[in-house]
Antibody
């Protein structure tokens, strides 16, 4: 069974940093691109970032470019999102999602809440 | 921030058919497949439709998708109380908005 479990969400002050993790199981993690998607309270889904299967290619939404870094450790089956220079508008539930051929983002984690506030 | 436009809400009584529209452009829906996600209250999104009209295993055939030009739609037939949720369309996008864009979301209310 495919499982994605996010962790690392917390309350952080503006300008602070946080690292999110997404532990994957039930599939060959090293074969799939992975994504981060966020959802501000009461708002819709917004794509944040993606990384290819071996970590050599990454893409970011303009709103996080230069502040967030996506990475992965295929030996540990874990996806990461390093978030720096956090702003109030980064407050959201962050989901990791698997990208599979044909079906695209087919499995999602339960999400982890990041709150940026003083 | 959303590139794909959906109506904020749609409603129907049990057993009725409800349709949700998703409007995009040539850089997304016009040149790529459309995906639909269902988000039940307090839960993560779940893939409902892929490649315009394909259902993953386990998704009831009451859900169907279609696409025409730069628009797409999701239909729910035989509406049930458990279908009350938020629904999002999505597509790959070739513009600076991309690479993956979501719709504004539609709340389906079962009366």
């Amino acid at each position: 069974e495919v499982q994605l479990v996010e962790s690392g969400g917390d309350l952080v002050q503006p300008g602070g940093s946080l690292r999110l993790s997404c532990a994957a199981s039930g599939f060959t993690f090293s074969s799939n691109w992975m994504h981060w998607v966020r959802q501000a309270p009461g708002k819709g889904l917004v794509w944040v970032s993606r990384i290819n299967s071996d970590g050599s290619r990454t893409d970011y939404a303009d709103s996080v470019k230069g502040r967030f870094t996506i990475s992965r450790d295929n030996a540990r089956n874990t996806l990461y999102l390093q978030m720096n220079s956090l702003r109030a508008e980064d407050t959201a539930v962050y989901y990791c999602a698997r990208d599979a051929p044909v079906v695209t983002l087919d499995y999602w984690g339960q999400g982890t809440l990041v709150t940026v506030s003083s | 921030q959303s590139v794909l436009t959906q109506p904020p809400s749609a409603s129907g009584t049990p057993g009725q058919r409800v349709t949700i529209s998703c409007s995009g452009s040539s850089s997304n829906i016009g040149s790529h497949y459309v995906y639909w996600y269902q988000q039940l209250p307090g839960t993560a999104p779940k893939l409902l439709i892929y490649r315009n009209n394909q259902r993953p295993s386990g998704v009831p055939d009451r859900f169907s998708g279609s696409k025409s030009g730069t628009s797409a739609s999701l239909a729910i037939s035989g509406l049930r109380s458990e279908d009350e949720a938020d629904y999002y369309c999505a597509a790959w996008d070739d513009s600076l908005s991309g690479p993956y864009v979501f719709g504004t979301g539609t709340k389906v209310i079962v009366l």
